[in-house]
């Protein structure tokens, strides 16, 4: 004998959408949709006396028709059905609106419409009707072909697009800097696909310039690499939410500068330059160094500082255990005139230190750093108990774990992979902010 899964009880009803399979008409597929009362607790229909009426309708192409011909009017359409989605595969977009504003454009709403039913019949998207006694009404349009309405909004953009990534993905492949690795990954990723050729070859462009370790004005680099010096700017929101700030990339608003403190002396054709006298510090072109004849380094040796407010700091004392150093500003991912020094610190024996954020990104150029004088660098403060013992951390994305998870498969043996797995475990990372703001810093 079974227990009945539902005790006694009185049915309380509410009303559902009940969706019927779909049909065929014609060259369309159509389902409906009914509101029936049913039970919360046992899932039971109320009886009716006479057939529910219809009050939802889609309809969907079941032989897709030939794709129309675009005119002005059939752009702003799609046009509009593209910005409402953004873009996406399968986004249903809420008709509330949409005739009014295509009304504004220029397209009144019978014709906007017509076009629609073309989309329709063209299997590019799908349509819900709210039906009833009074006339029917669009309620919902969901994308179903993207592709073809950005077909339709720019010609050849697919054939473009497929043409910037063979390029940018042929360009970047011999590339060794983490950063530019980052991106040629990006580029082989199944999102790629919707990147637009634009924003396809600036990631090329970003790129490369990262390989070549200089240092550029915004633009200059927008000049240089992508035509128009104006290009980069309306570009870079889209830029800094896929990789980052640019800043940290060498791609900055104003003139190239190295920033030192501490102590050195640079050795120039025809000048000798006692760093001490310039405190807290100073600033320096890429050239200025690289002509050094001979950098003498102090006792403490070289340190280098990822973040500007951080690297204030330790040209100030207001570090504790900095020593008696040189420190220099890397401004995100070290130049060629930071290179310089480490180079020479290399070779003349002098320690080199690499102070940075908690983060992937900060890893990466200590690791950056040390493949330049791998005998004589270390992380400062970089550790896991660093990690753990600070004052304030930033949750970690998911973009960045999916990151770090891929670092951590592809390098498990490199230099601080253990603050990259703390990092991981923890799901939190540290700006070299945080430290500031402690009392015994």
Not at 262 to 270: D, F, I, T, Y
């Amino acid at each position: 004998m079974t227990s009945d899964p539902f005790p006694p009880h009185v049915c309380f009803y509410s009303d559902r959408l009940i969706w019927s399979d779909w049909e065929r008409s014609g060259e369309m597929d159509e389902r409906v949709a009914r509101r029936v009362p049913v039970c919360s607790v046992c899932g039971r229909e109320r009886t009716a006396l006479r057939p529910r009426p219809a009050v939802r309708k889609e309809i969907r192409a079941a032989v897709p028709a030939a794709a129309p011909l675009a005119d002005e009017a059939g752009r702003t359409v799609a046009m509009a059905l593209l910005r409402r989605g953004a873009g996406a595969e399968g986004r249903e977009i809420r008709a509330q609106g949409l005739l009014s504003s295509l009304a504004r454009r220029g397209v009144p709403a019978s014709l906007a419409e017509e076009w629609l039913d073309r989309f329709l019949r063209a299997a590019w998207i799908e349509m819900r009707w709210i039906v009833g006694r009074g006339s029917n009404r669009i309620e919902a349009v969901i994308l179903r072909d993207v592709q073809a309405l950005q077909e339709m909004v720019h010609p050849g953009l697919e054939a473009r697009r497929r043409a910037s990534l063979a390029e940018a993905r042929e360009r970047l492949a011999p590339l060794i800097h983490p950063k530019a690795q980052e991106i040629a990954t990006l580029l082989d990723g199944d999102g790629a696909e919707a990147l637009s050729p634009r924003i396809v070859d600036a990631l090329a462009a970003i790129a490369v310039h990262l390989e070549s370790a200089e240092t550029l004005a915004e633009r200059v680099f927008s000049a240089r690499a992508l035509g128009d010096s104006k290009a980069l700017a309306s570009l870079r929101g889209r830029l800094e939410r896929l990789i980052g700030p640019l800043a940290k990339l060498g791609i900055r608003e104003g003139a190239a500068v190295t920033l030192l403190g501490g102590r050195v002396a640079l050795r120039l054709p025809g000048a000798l330059v006692d760093l001490e006298p310039l405190a807290p510090f100073a600033g320096f072109a890429r050239e200025t160094l690289e002509s050094a004849e001979e950098i003498v380094f102090p006792s403490g040796g070289l340190l280098v500082v990822e973040n500007l407010t951080a690297f204030e700091a330790c040209c100030r004392g207001e570090v504790a255990a900095t020593g008696d150093v040189l420190i220099a500003w890397s401004a995100g991912y070290p130049g060629r005139a930071v290179r310089r020094l480490v180079a020479a610190a290399g070779a003349a024996g002098a320690p080199v230190r690499v102070w940075a954020d908690l983060d992937l990104d900060g890893i990466r150029i200590a690791r950056l750093i040390a493949s330049w004088a791998p005998a004589v660098t270390t992380p400062w403060r970089m550790g896991r108990a660093e990690l753990v013992a600070a004052p304030a951390s930033i949750p970690l994305s998911t973009r960045a774990t999916a990151a770090i998870l891929r670092d951590l498969e592809e390098r498990p043996g490199a230099l601080l992979a253990d603050t990259l797995q703390a990092i991981l475990e923890l799901r939190r990372w540290v700006e070299q902010e945080a430290f500031l703001a402690s009392p015994g810093r």
